[in-house]
């Protein structure tokens, strides 16, 4: 009892302030995962977007737990780990662009139809996608094995425990944000939007892939 009473006492000796502003900064930073979530609202409207918010989340707690369990810092200095998840991640985002790029190139119809958002995709593809990319990204293991520990003494009694409450505190904002980025994407495919409009959106979010592809395989990750 006295050590649970030692580790809730030392939680009030994080810096919030300072780690909530570093982890909402972060989250709002367009990447990957914030641009699924966006061009699956307007895709698919916001429930289906939200499932895949939760399958992201999913990707990030289990690269939070592998920091709580002190494997983070481990597999972020295996150069070897780093490169498999990296070029994983490659190709799974140049697959992404592949497939937008060529579902914007598609030849035009009626340019005036307007195309609603609905349920033209199941809600384990939308999640697994967003899992995935969540969990490919290096980069993001490199953020939770760096950023959460600046925040905490990991030499003191329950050290542990506070990494796991400052994990969860990022997942709470990555929501947050992530429903700003639904909200974004509910308003332009709410009423619809035209087929050319909606070409343009899968072609700009398939380049923006494969431009996230190329500035992974590009990084060293050094």
């Not at 982890?23 to 939200?50: D, E, F, H, K």
């Not at 150069?79 to 998840?85: C, G």
């Not at 947050?176 to 700009?204: E, F, N, S």
């Amino acid at each position: 009892m006295e050590g649970a009473a030692d580790a809730w006492e030392t939680l009030g000796m994080i810096d919030w302030p300072g780690f909530l502003a570093a982890v909402t900064l972060v989250s709002l930073i367009p990447g990957a995962s914030q641009l699924l979530g966006l061009r699956n609202a307007v895709r698919y409207g916001p429930g289906r977007a939200l499932a895949g918010i939760f399958g992201r989340l999913a990707a990030f707690v289990v690269l939070i737990g592998l920091v709580v369990a002190g494997l983070g810092a481990v597999l972020a200095a295996s150069a070897t780990t780093l490169e498999i998840v990296k070029w994983v991640g490659v190709v799974y985002l140049g697959w992404l662009g592949v497939q937008s790029v060529r579902s914007g190139l598609r030849p035009a119809g009626d340019d005036d139809a307007r195309i609603v958002a609905g349920p033209r995709r199941g809600v384990g593809a939308i999640v697994v996608n967003e899992f995935v990319v969540a969990m490919s990204n290096p980069k993001a293991l490199l953020l939770f094995a760096a950023l959460l520990p600046q925040f905490t003494d990991t030499s003191a009694p329950g050290a542990g425990w506070h990494l796991a409450v400052l994990g969860a505190a990022y997942l709470v904002v990555e929501l947050v944000v992530g429903l700003g980025y639904i909200g974004v994407g509910r308003r332009i495919g709410a009423t619809g939007v035209p087929a050319r409009t909606q070409r343009r959106v899968d072609l700009g979010a398939g380049v923006t892939f494969l431009g996230l592809a190329g500035l992974l395989a590009a990084d060293d990750l050094a």
